[in-house]
């Protein structure tokens, strides 16, 4: 019981360690493009804001929650999961208004090509979100599975605060398309090592696996942008809900 107590102490200490690193990255992610505009926020609406706000929020909380686990502060880690009942959706909203603003803001201006592959990113994203915390909530009373479905959220943020570094670090026409493939092939070599690290460990793998298939299948979307197929998908989501 005591070699099972510290393993487990160890493993919460590293995931709100990495959760903070991820924190420090946000910060450096969207300062070009949000947060140096701080207090007036010049040319940002109040989805952006709101889009915002809640992803920092779920962020500080994939921060908070392993911490207190690792301290022993299991009222308080319960609080704030039930807190992410109300977080959560309003995020899921969130992030489709933004898709919703991002696609009516470049349809009938640029080739829909181009905007149907904009989209690849953003009409998959709420989804594998909303799936990845489901999970964790029907599993919320096994901690094993509760807690690789909650890491599993955390892979949306990488994918963007990745991307947004390596916008601002190069030029678009040398980075381009990699500042998408590398964070999305970045977060499925992670979940992979994770897989791998629970089958030598013996753990149930199906969590991670769960987990790395769905980021794969991003993967494939975003590689399927530009066929008719995809292009026909965003036109009809456009058309009838947006």
Do not use: C
Request: hydrophobic share 50%; aromatic share 16%.
């Amino acid at each position: 019981m005591i070699q099972s107590s510290k393993t487990k102490n160890i493993s919460t200490k590293a995931i709100y360690l990495t959760m903070g690193f991820l924190f420090v990255l946000l910060q450096i992610g969207f300062h070009p493009t949000y947060l140096q505009y701080f207090p007036q926020f010049t040319g940002f609406n109040w989805i952006h804001h709101v889009h915002g706000a809640l992803m920092v929020s779920w962020l500080v909380m994939l921060v908070i929650q392993p911490y207190l686990i690792h301290h022993g502060k299991y009222k308080a880690h319960r609080l704030i999961g039930k807190i992410s009942y109300v977080t959560a959706p309003l995020i899921f909203i969130s992030m489709i208004l933004a898709t919703k603003q991002n696609y009516l803001t470049t349809v009938n201006k640029i080739p829909f090509k181009d905007v149907a592959h904009i989209q690849s990113l953003n009409f998959i994203t709420p989804i594998i979100f909303l799936f990845f915390y489901t999970l964790a909530i029907v599993h919320r009373r096994d901690i094993f599975k509760h807690q690789r479905y909650m890491i599993g959220t955390s892979f949306v943020l990488l994918t963007a605060i990745v991307s947004r570094i390596l916008q601002h670090s190069f030029e678009a026409n040398t980075i381009e398309p990699y500042d998408y493939f590398i964070p999305l092939y970045l977060g499925l070599s992670i979940s992979t090592l994770l897989l791998a690290y629970d089958f030598l460990k013996k753990e149930n793998p199906v969590p991670y696996t769960i987990v790395t298939i769905t980021l794969l299948f991003n993967i494939v979307i975003f590689h399927a942008r530009y066929t008719e197929q995809w292009q026909s998908f965003v036109r009809y989501i456009g058309d009838k809900l947006f």
